[in-house]
């Protein structure tokens, strides 16, 4: 751990049912004109809609921008900053999953600091000038967008995804609605769960963790693996939805400030090559990763063990964290995560672009702060592993 921390939260946070309706007052007060980033989803469910009219009500006009399509990239953050200028936007509204609210991010640092998005990575161009404001809806449980500040986007001409990191990218305000995420289809939830799983999982291990965010991404996953089974069996079940999206809004706070770890490293490349929805390509690594890890991790994996499964109060740390892996194993293998190979990605293209995909991992920065620190070889070998992983398989003492 750190000898001194830093912890990083959105101005304001509503959560609860019926936070949507918080969002009017909240832009009253910091602008006059918004962008509301969206996607076609959230157009055809009238969510956009509904956002502009709780804008109009407290006196913001507003256009939208819904040409986000699954994972954000710098084409979508290029035409929503030209609709920002062109249209006189001083505000940011973000509804929709990640994707939107990634979007939205980049556009509200870009709109006034210039440049290209891909120029603020690894902090190569400097960010003097305060972002637009963004007020960042959720619709899916899981990436945890809305209280992070960070923003992941796809440079399209290299087949990279960019993760940028700075106090610039969190958002002023997080509007937490479970009532949002009704509509989310079991796939959906399967995957943007197991992220959110994911975020508190690394966060707590990582070697970065503190205090804060100790707390909450533990309470994250006691809440997770009570509640996402539920919401995935029946998508109305309003209490488990709840504590999904207050799960993965902890979850997203905790690796925002003890930052991720090996499986968001590996899991942006298969994003960004071949196009796999980040949660699906996060709960695809996250058992091989952590059967990697265990033994680097043995103390920290056995806590949440315990909490995953408190009848291994009595059983050893190595055992209770043999057991984890089992557990998150049987939970992907529920929700039906697909492995690699059964997403659909070709082996043959797989095999020419994993060693690229290795590296681009590593430049990442994510997997120096796992327990176990892998070498390039070691990633493009888990890779391999990763690309028909069986779910059902026993765990390696």
Known sequence: MNPFATFRLP?????GRDAFQKAGEEAAVRGKKALVVSDSVMEKLGNVARCQAILSDAGVSSVVYSRVDTEPTDTYVAEAL?????????LLVAIGGGSCIDTAKAVAVVA??????GDYMGGRKPIPHAPIPVIAIPTTAGTGSEVTDATVITNTAEDIKMMIK????LPAVAV???LLTLSSPPSVTAATGVDALCHAIEAYISRRAQPMTDTLALTAIDDIVKHLRRAYQDGQDVEARE????????AGAAFSNASVCLVHGMSRPIGAVFHVPHGVSNAMLLPAVLEYTLDAAVGRLAVIARIVNPTLADVSDRD????????????????NIPNLRGWGIDKTAFDEVVAKMARDAIASGSPGNNPRVPTAEEIEALYQVAYD???SAEVKA
């Open 320 to 335: 209770a964290a043999v057991a984890l892996v089992a557990d998150v194993k049987r939970l992907c293998r529920e929700l």
């Open 112 to 117: 006034t600091n210039g440049g290209y998005i």
């Open 11 to 15: 101005q304001v946070v509503h959560y």
């Open 176 to 178: 937490v609605d479970p």
């Open 243 to 250: 504590r999904m999206a207050v799960a993965a809004m902890l």
């Open 166 to 169: 700075h106090p610039a990218f």
């Open 82 to 90: 030209a609709v920002l200028q062109e249209e006189g936007c001083d």
């Open 389 to 391: 992983y069986d779910f």
